[in-house]
């Protein structure tokens, strides 16, 4: 006979405008309590603030005079949306769970690499 183990269920409440943002990165560290911060970016070309130009005498617009900041060409935008705090136990954790959804990404990428190199036709036919 065997013993059932004990089951629970999670309920997940999430607000009507949950909406996930995409992130190209992350900045953070241990804190002096032993707590990770990690704060999610985008990483983006930065927008002006304002640009200035010649005005044709047709009314088009002309070439660019100005453009404030003036570093903009040579600056990029890390926009921080979001961060966690994470004790050590929960850190861990997600190291485990990240690892798994990476092994289960990699066989995905396997199948499609395995799939693309396939010669046309090459799929359903036997010998």
């Known amino acids: 006979m065997s013993v059932k183990n004990p089951e629970f269920t ?12 995409y992130i190209n990165g992350a900045h953070g560290g241990v804190t002096p309590r032993g707590e ?15 640009m200035t130009h010649e005005l044709n005498p047709n009314g088009t617009i002309g070439r660019e005079l100005a ?13 921080v949306s979001n961060g966690v705090v994470v004790n050590y ?3 861990r954790e997600l190291h485990f769970w ?3 959804k990476i ?8 199948a499609r690499t395995a799939e693309a190199a396939m010669p046309p036709g090459g ?3 036997s010998h």
Not at 41 to 50: D, S, T, V
């Open 89 to 91: 136990q929960t850190a």
């Open 67 to 79: 453009v404030e900041p003036e570093d903009l060409n040579r600056s990029l935008v890390r926009f």
């Open 10 to 21: 999670f309920k997940y409440i999430f607000t009507y405008d949950y909406n996930p943002v």
């Open 36 to 50: 990770l911060v990690v704060n999610f970016y985008q990483e983006r070309q930065p927008l002006p603030n304002a």
């Open 98 to 100: 990240l690892g798994e």
């Open 103 to 110: 092994k289960e990404m990699e066989a995905l990428e396997k």
């Open 123 to 125: 799929k359903g036919l």
